[in-house]
């Protein structure tokens, strides 16, 4: 081995995660490609590694840790100054009460900021300072704010000059490099790895730029200089010979274990899961191949080349985190990777890819997907119908859901998604409260679902057309009962309509048309004969049918009349 050309070949998700971490890390600029599988450094690009690994998660999550929240509001101080506190309203003083109690207090004591302190060279004291600030009190209720804004403001003043030298300390280049990277450490590091280096709560080291340095970096030097005649054993990653089988996977999360308690886990109870030191620096580069953004984090196994695989997570990453800085109420991780896909699979591209695996972190652990040919089709198709969904969801007991993550979902397990249209139809037939979607949404729905359905062949007849009188003739159906003064019977025909309809029968579901139809005297539209055809054209025809009778708004009429 030499240090002109260090090569690592795409291998198993993790591990090419960990490769996309690593080249974030050091800059496509520091890399040579090889091949489509293959990638190549020089032992130069691990000259300061520690700096630049923590460098790399401060500078892309920066405006989501906690220590921008405490720096962030600097601005707000110079704007009540400037304008010589005109301005400061009762609105204001509760978002700085706010400010104090939940953010700087909170963080300035936390435990992880305490062994930070003594890293930094700056002489402030952040927790004498953290003891002296407190929450202003606000107008008795027998007060109003502009009596007391005097009082008030002078007590703003007093805090401000406090938070003031809190954030300068923060902003410092160590309240920077110690404070930002102990949040990183929790919220995006720790949930790739754990347990060894500065994630040991035994460790002796309270540097961890040293600690990684040591651990990780230090080993991987030595080790591409050490002649290697002396190695006995082999990399269980990469077949690189090794000395012994010191070096595992066990501070992996959900993936390593540690040998020396679990021998059931391997061969015949005799450990042979040894990994060399490059392999090891390249796991630890793991969380930085994903994206992580609120506990939940996103990584695509394009492993058909190197190069789709660095664009398509750096598409995502670009995507999720714009997001989060427009302010979408929810950052939502399947609209990145919707989004990435429909600029990576453009064209001709997406019918030349095999399928991908996708892979999701949530609540502490991976949940995998094949993106296969036939989704990237589906989502082709219905991108306009899809994008119509980010903002709507709905919410049952202490649980949100949100309905474009609850179709991508069901879109990437090859599911249809009549239960969830035939749920979200009943909710709104019922009147739930915490809806936040109408019956456009499920029209968008029933929209995909058609896609879907013809993607798989189980809808070939069908058209998105006549899915659309389909609805239409629901809203016709309203109107006829409405003009004969019966529209109260409207909601128990529909629920006798979703019953038939769940239980797929279509006999009951034909019996209740063709009595209400003779009820108003009308001919049952021809369009109906087809949901004889199969299952899902009786459902996808119903369905829209049903949202057809409940869509009363009068936006859907004006359209069409």
């Given at each position: 081995?030499?240090?002109?050309?260090i090569e690592v070949t795409l291998k198993e998700w993790l591990y090419n995660a960990g490769i996309v971490g690593f080249v974030n890390i050091v800059g496509?600029?520091?890399?040579?490609v090889v091949d489509n599988s293959t990638i190549s450094f020089s032992k130069e690009v691990l000259h300061g590694f520690e700096n630049k690994y923590f460098e790399y998660f401060i500078d892309t999550y920066e405006k989501l840790l906690p220590w921008y929240k405490i720096i962030s509001y600097e601005s707000e101080i110079i704007r009540f100054e400037n304008n010589d506190f005109d301005t400061f309203d009762e609105k204001n003083l509760e978002q700085l009460n706010t400010y104090i109690k939940d953010i700087v207090k909170k963080y300035i004591k936390s435990n992880s900021y305490k062994a930070a302190y003594p890293l930094m060279k700056n002489e402030t004291d952040l927790l004498d300072l953290e003891k002296k600030l407190k929450t202003i009190p606000t107008p008795k209720k027998s007060e109003t704010f502009s009596d007391k804004k005097a009082v008030i403001v002078d007590e703003v003043k007093e805090r401000f000059s406090i938070l003031k030298n809190i954030i300068t300390c923060c902003k410092s280049q160590d309240g920077r490099r110690y404070l930002a990277g102990k949040n990183v450490i929790y919220n995006q590091i720790k949930n790739g790895w754990d347990g060894?280096?500065?994630?040991n709560p035994q460790t002796k080291e309270k540097d961890m730029y040293v600690d990684f340095k040591n651990h990780f970096v230090t080993p991987t030097e030595e080790y591409i200089d050490e002649e290697d005649t002396k190695r006995k054993y082999h990399c269980f990653v990469c077949d690189r010979s090794i000395k012994n089988l010191n070096l595992d996977l066990s501070f992996l999360n959900q993936t390593g274990f540690d040998t020396s308690r679990k021998s059931s886990h391997v061969w015949n109870f005799t450990n042979d899961v040894g990994i060399c030191p490059i392999c090891r620096l390249i796991y630890s580069c793991a969380p930085a191949?994903?994206?992580?953004?609120?506990?939940?984090?996103?990584?695509?196994?394009?492993s058909t080349t190197i190069e789709n695989l660095l664009r398509v997570n750096d598409n995502i990453k670009m995507s999720t985190l714009q997001q989060n800085d427009t302010s979408v109420r929810t950052v939502n991780t399947y609209y990145a990777l919707t989004k990435a896909i429909q600029e990576q699979f453009s064209g001709k591209m997406k019918f030349e890819l095999a399928d991908i695996q996708i892979v999701r972190y949530e609540n502490e652990s991976y949940r995998f997907n094949v993106l296969s040919r036939l989704t990237l089709s589906v989502l082709n198709q219905s991108k306009e119908a899809i994008i119509k969904l980010l903002n709507t969801g709905f919410r049952e007991g202490n649980t949100?859901?949100?309905?474009?993550?609850?179709?991508?979902?069901?879109?990437?397990?090859?599911?249809?998604?009549?239960?969830?249209?035939h749920k979200l139809i009943i909710y709104k037939l019922s009147n739930v409260s915490n809806l936040y979607y109408n019956i456009g949404h499920v029209n968008h729905m029933l929209e995909i679902n058609t896609n879907f359905l013809r993607e798989v062949g189980r809808m070939e007849g069908l058209v998105k057309e006549e899915v659309r009188k389909a609805n239409q003739f629901g809203y016709y159906f309203r109107k006829a009962y409405k003009d004969k003064g019966s529209d109260n019977k409207l909601s128990g025909i529909s629920y006798k309509l979703l019953n038939a309809l769940k239980t797929n029968n279509i006999n009951m579901f034909m019996d209740v048309l063709l009595n209400c139809y003779s009820y108003l005297k009308k001919q049952v539209p021809e369009l109906f004969l087809q949901v004889f055809t199969n299952d899902e054209t009786f459902k996808t025809i119903g369905y829209a049918f049903v949202a057809g009778i409940i869509d009363n708004s009068i936006k859907n009429e004006e359209g069409r009349e």
């Open positions: 081995m030499n240090d002109i050309g496509k600029e520091n890399i040579n060894v280096c500065f994630l191949g994903f994206t992580y953004v609120y506990n939940q984090g996103l990584f695509v196994n394009d949100n859901f949100n309905l474009y993550e609850l179709v991508m979902k069901k879109l990437f397990n090859n599911e249809n998604l009549f239960t969830s249209i």
